[in-house]
């Protein structure tokens, strides 16, 4: 297997799998989507009964426009900064569960209407770097005699147990393919203009009665064009899969970077084989 990097920022990654079958390609895509972990908060505790503002003395009810566990669903969806050197999942923590600066983070949220509360209004008890990384998400609206006082605990998951810890999103994985452009017996202009027309992201382009692909430089476009095949029935423009050559691109909600979250599903892989292999020796 050969790794080619095409496309690498903090939350996105593109590259070229060389010498790589489908399923092996779509194992990994598998695992970026439901096996790597990240924190996400789980439990919020409201305050109940009314609130004072000590400074005004002036007093609030404990409710907002929306049902508690609206907020609370809300609240578990925005994305957390994780290093996973520092946090681990409740169950592997060496505090048995109980909750230790290892497996857990408290945040708290005083708000008081009338105004809207937004994610960055949700502060970490402790390390300023646990901040939530989108802090323009909306959370809810406060009316004028309304204020929202809760604490939450955000703790360490995956996407199998709920998607509020899935770290990779829109993970895409194509075989690379080869454009073969030659215009056959019976084909004519209006068949490649036809062509030209009909491919997808200006792919083909025809001029001086001639049709050229035009995605040269990017080697994953090539695949796009499968479907602009039918519309020759001549054979000018063919397709060819490679299967053994795979593309494969993701991107994160910044919780992990794209590099952490690739290497981290390509590590569990291999773990889940290891323990295979073990078994299988196992066998007497
Ligand atoms: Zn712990």
């Known amino acids: 297997m050969e790794l080619k990097v095409l496309h690498l920022t903090p939350r996105e990654l593109k590259v070229e799998l060389a010498g790589t079958t489908t399923p092996q390609a779509n194992a990994i895509r598998r695992a ?23 400074t005004t003395g002036k007093d609030y009810d404990s409710s907002t426009s929306m049902f508690d566990e609206a907020v609370a669903l809300r609240l578990g969806l ?27 983070v408290m945040y708290s949220i005083d ?26 998400v909306p959370i809810v609206q406060l009316g004028a005699r309304q204020a929202l006082l809760a604490y939450a605990t955000a703790v360490v998951g995956s996407a199998r147990d709920h998607s509020k810890w899935q770290v990779a999103h829109a993970v895409g994985v194509q075989p690379a393919a080869e454009v073969r452009i030659q215009k056959k017996p019976g ?31 990017d080697p994953s476009k090539a695949v796009l064009l499968l479907g602009t095949q039918r519309y020759c029935e001549h054979g000018s423009l063919q397709v060819r899969l ?26 569990d892989l291999k773990g889940r084989f290891e323990e295979l292999r073990e078994a299988v020796q196992a066998i007497p």
């Not at 937004?118 to 502060?123: E, G, I, P, Q």
Request: proline share 8%.
């Open 32 to 54: 970026l989507l439901t096996d790597v972990p990240k924190l996400a908060i789980e439990d919020v505790e409201f305050h109940l009964g009314p609130i004072r503002d000590e």
């Open 78 to 104: 925005l994305p957390i900064p994780t290093d996973l050197g520092q946090f681990r999942r409740k169950s592997e923590c060496t505090c048995k569960g109980e909750g230790c600066p290892h497996c857990q």
């Open 111 to 136: 708000k008081k209407g009338p105004c809207t509360v937004y994610a960055r209004d949700l502060t970490p008890l402790g390390d300023p770097s646990l901040a939530i990384l989108e802090p323009e």
């Open 187 to 217: 084909c004519s202009d209006t068949c490649l203009k036809r062509l030209a027309s009909s491919a997808p992201a200006g792919l083909l382009e025809f001029s001086g009665g001639k049709l050229t692909y035009t995605g040269g430089e």
């Open 242 to 267: 490679n299967e053994d050559d795979h593309f494969l691109r993701l991107e994160t909600d910044g919780s992990l970077t794209a590099r952490e979250a690739f290497r981290y599903a390509l590590k």
